[in-house]
């Protein structure tokens, strides 16, 4: 049974993750994560999401993915033994020197190879392996039929692979422009993601010439912004390559666009989407889509146009209840009388609509005008929706 694998910035995003159809979620810590501005887990909260993921049946793995210098690795162990005790049930390390210490010092907890570490062939597969590895999560850059090739090589392996997200314009991620532009590594979690900034290149040609503009169009150019992988079409190749976990990336999105992508992969998976998945992976914010290097070589990678496409839907609030005819909704997104609504939902209301015909505050005063930013609402509602269920509203 193949897994499916959903970032989790904070514990409400994994409760939203695990709720929309995730095997399985990746959380960081405050520390050694390559997310340091994501919200992230502190320990008791960390200790807490496991459990709560346990009781589903479902797991969770935590990212350690930093490239250690000589100082982390003090408090580096500490941290180790804390996983296992709190019943991690892996730990993603990049760096062989965090390997070597996740091993001395977590005896027994599985260690999953970062896709920082850019394995792209089966020789450095076999070497993970051999070091202990139980599961290597493969560099975006790799096609459908390299990976076939790793899994024979090396079959008692596991297999994960990226399906669906942002991508770095560099080797996985092994990028210094954020620390030459602005200070912040990205080999530290702390990237700026200036690949996503509009630039104009300038070419100094003579000291008499001065500088000349060099423009894709009059706002500039994206250059080094690329697009967003989605490889939705592809997850029986994959599958049958030898992948045993679909990864989708975005521990910094928010709620909404983990329910939306989280959904639809769920329903890929299961079956139950067909072709209508392509107009579902719209309705949340994206990046023009690619399959990367699905079929190998592919120069079309880069999303010159802009930094992001707005979805198609606006997001609306979340349903906290459900009650005699009644929706209880969380405002996120300004709604009114006589809109219609769209339920995003991993259950059986999932795409079926309705019109609001009244609001009402808390205290239950009516209004036509829904503009309070968590505001609980209630609306009628002919669907019986469930807390966790999500509404958005057509463009």
Known sequence: MVELLAPAGNFQKLKCALYFGADA?????????????????????????????????KKVYVTVNIFA??????????????????????????????FGAAKKYAQGLPLHVSTQANVTNMYAAKFWR??????IVLARELSIEEIARIHAFVPD?????????????????????????????????ECAQPCRWQYSVRKKDAPESGWLDIEEDERGAYIFNSKDLNMSARLAELRAAGVCSFKIEGRMKGEYYLATVINAYRRCIDGGYGETVERELLTAAHRDYTEAYACGANPSTINYGDSQTKGDCDYIGN?????????????????????????LSPGEHFGKSFRVERA???????????????????????YKLTAGDMLRRRK
């Open 360 to 382: 009402f505050l808390p205290d239950g005063e009516e209004t036509d005008d829904c503009k309070l930013v968590q505001t609980v609402y209630r609306i009628p509602c002919p």
């Open 25 to 57: 979620a990746y959380i960081g810590g405050k520390d050694f994560s390559l997310r340091s501005f994501a919200d992230n887990f502190t320990r008791e909260e960390m200790a807490e999401a496991v459990k709560y993921a346990h009781a589903l049946g």
């Open 130 to 135: 051999e070091q202990g590895a139980s599961r």
């Open 69 to 98: 210098k000589n100082a982390d690795f003090g408090l580096l162990c500490d941290y180790f033994a804390f996983l296992k005790s709190a019943g991690a049930d892996a730990a993603i390390v990049s760096d062989c020197g965090v």
């Open 157 to 189: 392996v596991e297999l994960e692979a990226f399906v669906h997200g942002a991508m770095c314009v560099s080797y996985s991620g092994r990028c210094l422009l954020s620390d030459y532009l602005t200070g912040r590594s990205s080999n530290r979690g």
């Open 319 to 343: 349903v906290v209840s459900c009650d005699n005819g009644f929706a209880y909704v969380e405002m996120r997104g300004r709604f009114r009388a006589g809109d219609t609504l769209e339920i």
